[in-house]
C-alpha cells in the first residue's frame, strides 16, 4: 500500500522559504502527486500537482511565481519549494496521490493521505 509522509515544514519569517517533501513508501511513485494545504478554519484547498510523468499543475493562484513542485522518482520523493512566503500561507500541507493531476477535485478523490506539516510564516 502506498504510504507519503510529509516533511520540512516549520516557523519562517515573511519573504522566507521553505522546502517541503513528500516521501512515498510501498510501492513505486508511479502516481500524480498533489500538495494541499488547511488553515484554521478554512476547508483543504490544493496547492500544486505533478503527475507521474512530471507535468506540474498549479492549482491557487495564490502560489503561482511563489511554489515550485518537483519530484524525483528514483527517491520517490515530491518536494513543494516554497518562496516568499507570506503570512497566509500558513497552516498544514498534506500531500496525496491520485492517478492524474487534473482539477484538484474532492478530497475523496485522493488517497494515501500522509499526516501533514505545519508551516507557520509569522514575524
Known amino acids: 500500500q502506498l504510504q507519503l509522509v510529509e516533511s520540512g515544514g516549520g516557523l519562517v519569517q515573511p519573504g522566507g522559504s521553505l522546502r517541503l517533501s513528500c516521501a512515498a513508501s510501498?510501492?513505486?511513485?508511479?502516481?500524480?502527486i498533489g500538495w494541499f494545504r488547511q488553515a484554521p478554519g478554512k476547508e483543504r484547498e490544493g496547492v500544486s500537482c505533478?503527475?507521474?510523468?512530471?507535468?506540474?499543475?498549479t492549482f491557487s493562484d495564490s502560489v503561482k511565481g511563489r511554489f515550485t513542485i518537483s519530484r524525483d522518482n528514483a527517491k520517490k520523493t515530491v518536494y513543494l519549494q516554497m518562496n516568499s512566503l507570506k503570512p497566509e500561507d500558513t497552516g498544514v500541507y498534506y500531500c496525496?496521490?491520485?492517478?492524474?493531476?487534473?482539477?484538484?477535485?474532492?478530497?475523496?478523490?485522493?488517497?494515501?493521505w500522509g499526516q501533514g506539516t505545519q508551516v507557520t510564516v509569522s514575524s
Open positions: 510501498g510501492f513505486t511513485l508511479d502516481y500524480a
Open positions: 505533478t503527475s507521474k510523468y512530471g507535468i506540474r499543475i
Open positions: 496525496a496521490a491520485r492517478s492524474n493531476c487534473g482539477s484538484p477535485g474532492p478530497v475523496g478523490s485522493w488517497r494515501s
